[in-house]
């Protein structure tokens, strides 16, 4: 990570939504992950919650927080696979403004270190939607580690050279 220490850390407001049809609070450790890591950078943990595989479930909750003015990103896990169960991906296309393709292109090169040929079967996503960030990342605790920790973590951190995505917050609902 390149940070400028001169940069100040600006925190920011994330969601956590797992997706799943089986994990529950007790047991969502890819959830877990991400909170913890969420904090552990400093920033604030807005939301969490657990939606079915269900496309509309997912819509519905991805719009609330949209229109939350303090929630600046969503970070997804789970259904983000190839069965026809996995909708994480269709849900962000149906409330996202513009994608982010270098999110997903990136993980899976990331992945590809972890799990070889097997990364192609993810469909990790990002978009940004009426101004906020949401990453959808597969529902494994390794996808996101790799998710996190080889991307967001510095992407998410305002003192990143010789770019983040914090610093274009403020433009992202310019016309």
């Given amino acids: 990570m390149a940070i400028d220490p001169a940069r100040p850390f600006k925190p920011i407001n994330i969601a ?14 890819s959830g877990d992950i991400l909170c913890e890591r969420v904090r552990a950078a400093g920033h604030k943990l807005a939301a969490r919650a657990i939606e079915k595989d269900d496309a509309d479930r997912i819509v519905s909750r991805l719009n609330n927080w949209i229109d939350d003015r303090a929630i600046d ?10 069965t026809g169960r996995d909708v994480t991906p269709e849900a962000l296309d149906r409330v996202k403004t513009r994608d982010i393709p270098g999110f997903g292109e990136l993980f899976r090169w990331l992945s590809f ?13 990002a978009v940004v939607a009426r101004g906020t960030y949401i990453f959808a990342l597969p529902g494994s605790n390794g996808a996101v580690k790799d998710g ?28």
């Fill in 148 to 175: 996190w920790d080889g991307i967001l973590a510095e992407q998410l951190d305002s003192r990143n050279r010789p770019c983040n995505f914090v610093e274009l917050m403020p433009r992202l609902l310019e016309t």
């Fill in 113 to 125: 270190k972890t799990i070889g040929t097997s990364t192609i079967q993810s469909r990790a996503c």
């Fill in 73 to 82: 990103a969503v970070v997804v896990t789970g259904g983000t696979g190839l």
């Fill in 16 to 29: 956590v939504l797992t997706v799943s049809d089986t994990r529950g609070p007790s047991d969502d450790s």
